[in-house]
């Protein structure tokens, strides 16, 4: 049996948690792990808590991650060095007790491998050097040679070690849809106003460009599961941008296909921002776990959806630019809507953004996991999870 415990050490068991926080060596669980709360709640079974962890957990607010960006000089030679996504991945972990780690990359590296030429200049997003955005370049695009992504499969398995079971790491991908919305514009756009247009003018050519990106993305997340990610989940930043007919047709059809090649023992998260108009279908994307933006009701997608598919999800990462007891507040609304039944995961709506003090972070950490454990939910019973840990 794996125990449920939280990260241990000194600074990372969640406040209140030392009942369950038993120290426990890879040696007494080979191959498990001494955390996996976060895999309980994928597959909807109990936890003595809910698990937290936060899209952008690493990145430009904490200034460890600041320091180490300006040694290696970009943002790039952070990614394709594994030692360094190794110690970003892990920099979260060292200041707040969270149940899981994301690798360090970025969705964009998929693209990069299939020729565009990625880049990131100081303070500006990402660019490629060329596009995909007419016909000869969309046909002319191939599943890359997954040796050139061999970096990230390193970083994998470097976290990994590094790790040591203490809590599951999760693998990732963008969409095929939202990497072609990248890979048409060249970058970021406010709008996309290139791939809207060409979803009416020339659907074929859309489609063929996520197909061929559905077919790299699938190979590129067995490849991390095979270097032993624990969970994998896809960001569909974009898809919210379409009809709901088109996203059904270019973004979640080629997320089903993907997450159809992938090995049936990892448990999956979708995650499509702002595509409240299609949750009933994206619950029957095949992913074990939904993630939410914080415009879409948590609480209701628990109940009509709960029984199919766990959620994560879904504070607004703007929230935590207010302070510690307004965040605490927040969060405990949060997991008192999403109730006491398994199968939910607390996280940001989108990313951590640049701005946001650490202390909130941890203030937020410990208030998922205090309110989780003390009130069990919207009910004031205890989550069916605590009830049961004696038999964990
Ligand atoms: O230091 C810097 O300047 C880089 C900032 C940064 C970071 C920290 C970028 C550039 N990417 C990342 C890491 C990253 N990106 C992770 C790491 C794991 C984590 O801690 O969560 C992940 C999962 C991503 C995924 C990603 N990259 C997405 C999907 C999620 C989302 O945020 O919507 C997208 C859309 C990207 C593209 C990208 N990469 C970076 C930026 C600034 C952007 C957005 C560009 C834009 O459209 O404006």
């Known amino acids: 049996m794996i125990a449920a415990g939280p990260l241990q050490g000194a600074n990372h068991a969640p406040s209140g948690a030392s009942a369950a926080a038993k120290p426990q060596g890879l040696g007494d669980h080979p191959g498990g792990l001494q955390n996996d709360t976060l895999l309980r709640a994928l597959r909807r079974e109990p936890t003595p808590y809910v698990p937290v962890w936060l899209m952008r957990q690493a990145g430009r607010y904490l200034p460890e991650y600041a320091a180490l960006r300006a040694k290696a ?18 920099q979260p972990l060292a ?5 899981a780690a994301i690798l360090f ?25 060329r596009t995909a955005a007419d016909e000869p370049a969309i046909r002319a695009l191939r599943v890359p040679d997954l040796a050139k992504l061999r970096y990230v499969f390193d970083a994998v398995g470097e976290i990994k070690r590094a790790l040591a079971g ?39 050519l859309l489609e063929r460009l996520v197909s061929v990106n559905a077919d790299a993305v699938a190979a590129y997340l067995c490849e991390q ?11 569909d930043t974009w898809g919210g941008l379409l009809t709901p007919d088109a ?11 993907v997450i159809a090649r992938l090995p049936r023992e990892v ?27 914080w415009t879409m009701d948590l609480r209701e997608a628990r109940r009509r959806h709960g029984a199919r598919v766990a959620f994560q999800g879904n504070l607004d990462p703007l929230a935590l630019l207010t302070d510690p007891a307004t965040v605490e507040r927040a969060a405990t609304e949060i997991v008192a809507a999403a109730g006491p039944a398994p199968g939910y995961v607390f996280n ?30 919207a009910s004031g019973t205890p989550p069916r999870a605590v009830q049961q840990r004696g038999g964990d």
């Open 267 to 293: 448990p999956t998260i979708v995650f499509t921002k702002g595509a409240a108009a299609t949750l009933d279908d994206i619950v029957q994307s095949g992913a074990s776990c939904v993630g939410l933006d």
């Open 166 to 204: 203490r809590v599951p790491l999760i693998g990732f991908a963008g969409s095929p849809f939202t990497l072609a919305c990248y890979m048409i514009e060249g970058g970021g756009s406010a709008d996309f106003a290139a791939v809207r247009r060409m979803a009416f003018a020339r659907p074929d």
């Open 105 to 129: 990359s970025d969705i964009l590296t998929v693209p990069d491998a299939m020729g565009l030429g990625l880049s990131f200049a100081e303070g500006e997003g990402p660019r490629f050097a």
């Open 95 to 99: 200041r707040f007790p969270l149940d």
């Open 348 to 377: 940001v709506g989108h990313g951590v953004v640049p701005a946001t003090p650490p202390d909130h972070v941890a203030a937020l950490v410990a208030a998922v996991h205090r309110a989780s454990r003390v009130t069990g939910g």
């Open 247 to 257: 996203y059904r047709r270019f973004s979640l059809a080629s997320m089903r296909a």
């Open 73 to 90: 000089g970009s943002f790039m030679a952070l990614a394709t060095t594994p030692s360094l996504a190794t110690e970003v991945t892990l």
């Open 225 to 235: 599961a095979a270097a032993g990610a624990d969970a994998l989940m896809l960001f």
